[in-house]
């Protein structure tokens, strides 16, 4: 294999999440002051629930931290329930001691898109980068919301979702026509400048992905390959989707 990607095949979804908050409270404990990028989606649940636990215990503080996010749909103001920041709020935000205002997620209702974005990169900057990014991954090989077709160049702009996605997300609305059309997403080149990439992939579904994520020639085709040229990418997978890579190479 080429790519640099380190691989680490847990054999439950539990043990992808038990590592994966090891490795953001270790980071967190070593830099109370560390600035996280975090992702939405059923992926990371189980492990902001590992990071919540840790938490409670007092073995980790956030007081300090700062977070941004991937993503938020086009359209949803940040009250609306399916809105990524409802998700983050009562999936993590609300149970650890981080201050709000200290948390980022671009604003799916803002006048200008243009200028949130570059607001947003430009927040990424003044905090001086982040450290550790925490990705999921598409059944098409999105990162993020940055699609097939995604250059290596893209950064944080509004992007057009694939059906793929659209029929993927149908599952947290009532019904596929409530999900938006459209999201404001990091670029690849925006993921690609954390110091640290962390992407978890869960499940059956996610195996194909995953394999061409780390065997197909780095392209817009599957846009986590971009990931390959990344100094310090690790991805985290259960055994179903561990088993794929193996037999794959
Ligand atoms: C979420 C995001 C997406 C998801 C991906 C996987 O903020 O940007 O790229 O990480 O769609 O979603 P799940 O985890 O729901 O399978």
Not at 138 to 161: K, M
Not at 219 to 246: K, M, N, W, Y
């Amino acid at each position: 294999m080429s790519h640099k990607i380190n691989i680490e095949i847990c054999e439950t979804q539990d043990d992808v999440a038990l590592l994966a908050a090891g490795k953001i409270t270790t980071l967190v404990r070593n830099n109370p002051q560390s600035i996280l990028g975090l992702s939405t989606g059923a992926t990371p649940i189980p492990t902001y629930e590992e990071i919540i636990r840790a938490h409670r215990k007092n073995a980790v503080s956030f007081a300090e931290a700062c977070t941004f996010n991937l993503d938020e749909y086009w359209g949803l103001g940040s009250d609306h329930p399916q809105s990524y920041r409802q998700f983050m709020n009562s999936r993590l935000f609300d149970h650890i001691d981080i201050p709000l205002w200290n948390t980022h997620l671009l604003n799916g209702k803002a006048a200008s898109p243009q200028l949130e974005c570059q607001s947003f990169e430009a927040s990424i900057l003044a905090r001086g980068g982040i450290d550790l990014w925490l990705l999921g991954i598409g059944v098409n090989g999105h990162i993020a919301f940055n699609e097939p077709g995604s250059p290596v160049s893209s950064r944080t702009r509004l992007v057009e979702l694939s059906k793929d996605s659209i029929k993927a997300n149908s599952r947290f609305f009532d019904s596929v026509d409530q999900v938006p059309q459209y999201a404001i997403s990091v670029g690849v080149a925006t993921i690609l400048e954390a110091r640290t990439i962390l992407l978890l992939a869960t499940g059956n579904n996610k195996a194909n992905a995953v394999a061409r994520a780390l065997s197909d020639p780095p392209g817009s085709d599957c846009p986590a390959s971009f990931l390959q040229s990344h100094p310090d990418c690790t991805f985290i997978v259960d055994r179903s989707v561990g088993s794929r890579i193996e037999t794959h190479h």
